[in-house]
């Protein structure tokens, strides 16, 4: 499953590139550009787990820190808000959670990489996202993408650029600087229509952004 997701997006990933960079397409090719990402999109991806956690008091180099990075995979539906999942919240309003930061999703692609370069095993949820994905990655994902998961609609808002508290997670702030240097950032979405978000619900594009993509905002803000 995942080797063809990843060829889908390659290939929709090759089709934009040259569509918007050498060609610079009519209207036509770009209609044809959004039916394509449509199909593809709603051909591959879904959520493999929803991952809620309430803050929690840690111990981190002998001081208290309020984190709510514990992320746990939940069975059945959930509720989404406009501030986020039901069960789930953040510590630090100033730089976590909000409209823009309601709900966010990581691809589980990346979990193959980060085992390999951690050589230990991880669960859903372990890099603090709410939503595991599948055929969603940040290379093809741009900022206004809108999303139906479920009977929620969310929309794309900008990635995700790790603090101090995934390392805490980890157990090692070296990870936060892996994380950054990895480029595999995920990305936040805001709710447009609350819902009810399950594992296994798929994950149809209904409109495309006209921002760049996660990747490029990552690289431009890094």
């Not at 390659?10 to 209609?31: G, L, N, V």
């Not at 309003?93 to 979990?111: D, I, R």
């Amino acid at each position: 499953m995942l080797n063809a997701c990843q060829v889908a997006l390659d290939i929709m990933h090759e089709f934009r590139c040259r569509c918007t960079c050498e060609y610079k397409p009519s209207q036509f090719i770009a209609r044809t550009w959004n039916h394509f990402v449509l199909w593809v999109v709603q051909l591959v991806a879904s959520v493999l787990s929803v991952n809620v956690a309430l803050p929690r008091t840690v111990t981190w180099n002998e001081r208290e820190v309020v984190t709510g990075i514990f992320k746990r995979p939940v069975l059945g539906r959930v509720t989404v808000r406009e501030l986020g999942l039901e069960g789930d919240g953040q510590a630090d309003l100033t730089v976590h959670g909000g409209v823009g930061k309601a709900v966010y999703a990581y691809p589980s692609e990346h979990y193959d990489y980060w085992q390999h370069e951690l050589k230990r095993d991880l669960t859903w949820g372990m890099c603090g996202e709410n939503l595991t994905t599948v055929g969603l990655l940040e290379d093809s994902v741009r900022i206004g993408d809108q999303f139906r998961i479920g009977s929620a609609e969310l929309m794309v808002t900008q990635p995700r650029f790790p603090c101090y508290k995934l390392g805490i997670k980890f157990g090692s702030m070296e990870m936060v600087q892996r994380f950054q240097k990895s480029r595999k950032s995920g990305f936040y979405m805001a709710v447009l229509q609350e819902g009810e978000i399950a594992a296994g619900d798929p994950i149809t594009l209904t409109s495309t952004g006209n921002g760049c993509t996660i990747s490029e905002a990552f690289q431009s803000e890094k």
